[in-house]
């Protein structure tokens, strides 16, 4: 069983990927993705969006980050994997699913699994460049429209050299709306022999058997599930079905809202934490109170007021909305 913990654009952060991981079981992390145009990016934006870069390639628990990069010019992208994995990257990860009309309409993303051999090239110039130690993986959906090219696009990745396949058991455009397909999984798995990686609504231990069931691979890709419940890949690896007590939580906002004060704007900081408590209110109702206190909320000094009483909800002392 392999557990990755999904790249999240404008979500999973350096901060939330820090905070994640420090929970345990991910076996690696991948990056938001890079977007290539044409050209090698200075090291100076890589280390930007990658701080771990700067750490060995790793967050400060030792997750490994694996770099995802976004374009369809063979050339630029071969040439940034090289640097990110000069630079300390676990691998390079090929992002095929981003739905995003602006990264589709100038051809990178989604819009590539239209063309089987944009795939191929792109992964084999990236493969090309690397050396042979080195894992090259992809991540891709169903398929742009429909499922109709999904093995032609899988066995397209693999026969270019990737080692692994991630897919996100949905076409582009079912966006994220569930369910998400596993059983097409299964019909992947059987036409490819690289390693494939379940990817899509896995958000409790339980999903997470049903996905093996239904898929037949062990190993998956937590995305939204694991920002919900920072814990959910040490409870799969456990087997361990009971919610984490809001005790355990509470402590992980304090320390990640301290935490954007090292690199966020005031705005930047207030949106980031409405953004994680808005997914942490999916599963845990203190979490909906923390909610109602904060969504309206445009100022740090209120919610640094607000974080000893946020302790006091973690020990059970008060429950609604107007005591916070
Ligand atoms: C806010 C957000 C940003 C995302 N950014 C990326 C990205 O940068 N690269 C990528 O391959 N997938 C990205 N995805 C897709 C996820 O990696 C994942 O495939 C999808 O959310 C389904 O998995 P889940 O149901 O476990 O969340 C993003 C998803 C979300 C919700």
Redesign the pocket.
């Known amino acids: 069983m392999r557990i990755v913990l999904?790249?999240?654009?404008?979500?999973a952060d350096a901060h939330l990927r820090r905070l994640i991981t420090a929970q345990g079981g991910y076996d690696w992390v991948v990056s938001?993705?890079v977007r290539v145009v044409d050209r090698l990016y200075p090291d100076r934006v890589l280390y930007g969006d990658c701080p771990e870069l700067a750490q060995g390639g790793r967050t400060d628990s030792g997750t490994p980050l694996r770099v995802?990069l976004l374009g369809s010019d063979p050339a630029a992208m071969a040439a940034n994997a090289l640097r990110v994995v000069e630079l300390g990257s676990y691998g390079v990860d090929i992002?095929f699913?981003?739905p995003s009309k602006t990264v589709n309409r100038r051809a990178g993303g989604a819009v590539m699994l239209k063309e089987p051999e944009s795939l191929y090239r792109v992964v084999s110039a990236i493969r090309a460049a690397l050396p042979k130690s080195v894992m090259v993986s992809a991540?891709m959906r169903l398929g742009f429209d429909d499922t109709s090219l999904m093995l032609d696009n899988a066995a397209a990745i693999e026969s270019a050299g990737a080692g692994e396949l991630t897919v996100?058991a949905r076409t582009r455009m079912q966006g994220?709306a569930p369910p998400?397909h596993w059983e097409e999984l299964g019909r992947i798995r059987q036409h490819i022999n690289i390693p494939l990686i379940a990817?899509?609504?896995?958000c409790s231990v339980e999903d997470y058997h049903r996905c093996v069931a239904i898929s037949g691979t062990p190993d998956v890709?937590?995305?939204?599930?694991a920002v919900r419940l920072p814990f959910l890949a040490s409870q799969i690896r456990a087997n361990q079905t009971q919610t984490t007590p809001w005790v355990q939580l509470a402590p992980l906002l304090v320390h990640f809202w301290q935490e954007l004060s090292t690199t966020l704007s005031s705005k930047d900081r207030v949106g980031r934490i409405k953004q994680w408590v808005n997914y942490l209110r999916q599963a845990h109702p203190e979490a909906e109170v923390l909610w109602h206190s904060i969504r309206l909320e445009k100022c740090t000094q209120t919610i640094d007021g607000l974080l000893p009483r946020l302790e006091s909800v973690a020990q059970g002392s008060c429950a609604t909305a107007k005591q916070l």
């Open positions: 999904a790249p999240m654009e404008g979500l938001e993705f995802q992002n699913g981003c991540k996100h994220y998400a990817n899509g609504d896995i890709m937590l995305g939204r599930g």
